[in-house]
């Protein structure tokens, strides 16, 4: 790791001379690996006290992937950091194996658990929407970002919920007055005809969002995680500090073969916490999504949609920040 040092003072100099910002994640962790990989970073930024991470939402379907999102908290310390769920009917397409699945049953050499987890009852867990209202209501006006790094579902629902006890406000009007941008890793805006994965499993959720959704969207597509590879030498290569780790062993056991990933969820979250010179932003526009499942962005200086672009340049930065900062030991971003 020596050859990715001379980044450390960056991080240093970011922890203290940015405000917290209080994040929600959404994800459909399970489907593909960059979700664990993205994570890893929000846990990091969290420890060192750039975010407070709210909570994390799960908008895939499944019994393992709240557990596997249980077990990641307290791996890293953060075992209060609440869950929010989706009771999702509909599955997902999965290309590899589900790891939440695999990690979540790994034993260690007794036969118990190789990793611990806090929860006890996982059927308690609240609705997604549920829990952004009332976390939400809690916080000062245009103070939360969400970053979403999965299917739509949990968002539309949030958008169609109606007063409670957490808020005499609708949906729409509770999130014009708490959150201050959506950050969205979807759509492909290099190829119109392009229906990608997190449109396509829940579409109409997803054309609500875009729709209705009363604050500015930035949206890191396709295009831009797949210009940007994670090297699988360096999950091979990179960890030994640690014997076993919830991360890599989701990674390894995600393909049949490891190999190179995109980093398609892991630069929304970037682009939300630390962007700097690292993106170009799209002017502003709207973005619209088909029935078929493509997104397409047309300029509108009224509009409030975004869409997010990389120089070969500004690709090679960005993947010597993820160098940096994924293969460190968490323990080196706690505030001391």
């Known amino acids: 790791m020596k050859k990715y040092l001379w980044l450390i003072p960056f991080f240093l100099l970011s922890a203290t001379a940015t405000a917290q910002k209080n994040i929600i994640f959404e994800t459909d962790m399970g489907n593909d690996?960059?979700?664990?990989?993205?994570?890893?970073?929000?846990?990091?930024?969290?420890?060192?006290?750039?975010?407070?991470?709210?909570?994390?939402?799960?908008?895939?379907?499944?019994?393992?992937?709240?557990?596997?999102?249980?077990?990641?908290?307290?791996?890293?310390?953060?075992?209060?950091?609440?869950?929010?769920?989706?009771?999702?009917?509909?599955?997902?397409?999965?290309?590899?194996?589900?790891?939440?699945?695999?990690?979540?049953?790994?034993?260690?050499?007794?036969?118990?658990?190789?990793?611990?987890?806090?929860?006890?009852?996982?059927?308690?867990?609240?609705?997604?929407?549920?829990?952004?209202?009332?976390?939400?209501?809690?916080?000062?006006?245009?103070?939360?970002?969400?970053?979403?790094v999965g299917f739509s579902t949990n968002l539309a629902r949030l958008l169609e919920s109606t007063a409670d006890e957490y808020s005499p406000l609708s949906g729409e009007e509770l999130i014009a007055q708490k959150v201050d941008r959506l950050v969205v890793m979807a759509g492909h805006f290099?190829?119109?005809?392009?229906?990608?994965?997190?449109?396509?499993?829940?579409?109409?959720?997803?054309?609500?969002?875009?729709?209705?959704?009363?604050t500015d969207i930035y949206t890191s597509g396709f295009e831009v995680g797949l210009k940007i590879k994670y090297p699988a030498k360096s999950i091979e290569n990179d960890f030994t500090w640690a014997e076993h780790h919830p991360i890599t062993d989701a990674y390894k056991s995600y393909?049949?073969?490891?190999?190179?990933?995109?980093?398609?969820?892991?630069?929304?979250?970037?682009?939300?916490?630390?962007?700097?010179?690292?993106?170009?932003?799209s002017?502003?526009?709207r973005i619209t999504v088909s029935d078929e499942g493509s997104t397409h962005y047309t300029k509108d200086m009224q509009g409030n949609r975004y869409y997010l672009k990389v120089t070969e340049n500004q690709c090679k930065n960005i993947l010597r920040y993820f160098l940096n900062m994924i293969p460190r030991n968490p323990e080196d971003f706690k505030k001391h």
């Open 33 to 148: 690996v960059d979700d664990a990989l993205a994570i890893d970073m929000l846990y990091k930024y969290h420890s060192s006290g750039r975010i407070n991470l709210m909570a994390i939402m799960l908008n895939k379907e499944g019994k393992y992937p709240p557990m596997f999102i249980d077990l990641l908290n307290t791996w890293y310390g953060q075992p209060k950091i609440p869950i929010g769920v989706s009771n999702r009917d509909s599955l997902s397409i999965v290309a590899g194996a589900n790891y939440t699945e695999v990690v979540v049953n790994e034993k260690n050499a007794r036969g118990k658990p190789l990793y611990k987890r806090t929860l006890k009852n996982y059927e308690k867990l609240p609705d997604a929407y549920r829990l952004y209202r009332q976390l939400l209501s809690e916080k000062p006006d245009h103070s939360v970002t969400i970053v979403s």
């Open 190 to 214: 290099e190829d119109p005809k392009f229906r990608e994965y997190n449109v396509v499993n829940d579409i109409p959720a997803c054309q609500k969002v875009y729709a209705e959704w009363p």
């Open 255 to 281: 393909l049949a073969k490891i190999e190179d990933r995109p980093t398609w969820d892991l630069t929304a979250v970037l682009f939300a916490i630390d962007p700097g010179t690292l993106f170009n932003v």
């Open 283 to 285: 002017p502003a526009g």
